[in-house]
Every structure is written in C-alpha cells, then in structure tokens.
C-alpha cells in the first residue's frame, strides 16, 4: 500500500516561494520514481519535477526550470517542491506521484499512486 499526502499549497504574491511537501508511506523511497506534476483547468496534468531512484537524478520541464528543484528526506519518506521565482502561470494543483519503477517516467499514466493534490495560487 502506497499513500501520498501533499502539503504547502497556498496564496502568494508574484515573484514569492513556496515548498510543497509529499509524505509517502510504504515503499516508495530508494526503490520508486517519484515526480511532481500539475494541473490547470482546462488542461491536462503537467509533469513539472522528478526523481529518479535507479541512477538517482533530478528532472525539471522547461518551463520550470532554474526556479523550482525537487529534493527527498529518505529518513522522512518525505518529497518536497522549492519554488522560487513564482509566476502567475504557476498557478495550478500540484500533485504528487509515484510509480513502482526506479526510472523516471515523464507522463500522468505512467504513474499509479497520487496524492490529493494542493493548491498553489500566484497573484499578480
């Protein structure tokens, strides 16, 4: 059994941060990819940020790139999304996934396990 629980979603101004956390239970750390994606209504989940567990690296879309980074506490089973330099184009759910492959994988349904998701809100 996997649960994923994103936190650390709020209201903020343009150019603010935020850390957006996932806490996993069961056994998703050093054994799963696990990623970062978003949704805007209207339009479908955006991969945004991943973990590759095989050959541990980070990814990032284009689009995020140089302003969010995706870290883990392994002690924690814990995820989190820094994101800096926020844009009103940011705004979206995030969700956070898992899938029970150490490669990353780069679209929504390559992933089993979701979280909620939580809201993040970038004003101008």
């Known amino acids: 059994q996997v649960q994923l629980v994103e936190s650390g979603g709020a209201l903020v101004q343009a150019g603010g941060s935020l850390r957006l956390s996932c806490a996993a239970s069961?056994?998703?750390?050093?054994?799963?990819?696990m990623a970062w994606f978003r949704r805007v209504p209207g339009k479908e989940r955006e991969f945004v940020a991943g973990?590759?567990?095989?050959?541990?690296?980070?990814d990032c879309a284009d689009s995020v790139k140089g302003r969010f980074t995706i870290s883990t506490d392994n002690a924690k089973n814990t995820v989190y999304l820094q994101m800096n330099s926020l844009k009103p184009e940011d705004t979206a759910v995030y969700y956070c996934?898992?899938?029970?492959?150490?490669?990353?994988?780069?679209?929504?349904?390559?992933?089993?396990?979701w979280g909620q998701g939580t809201q993040v809100t970038v004003s101008s």
């Open positions: 996934a898992a899938r029970r492959y150490s490669e990353l994988g780069l679209s929504p349904a390559q992933y089993a396990y």
């Open positions: 069961g056994r998703t750390f050093g054994t799963y990819a």
């Open positions: 973990f590759s567990a095989s050959a541990p690296f980070t």
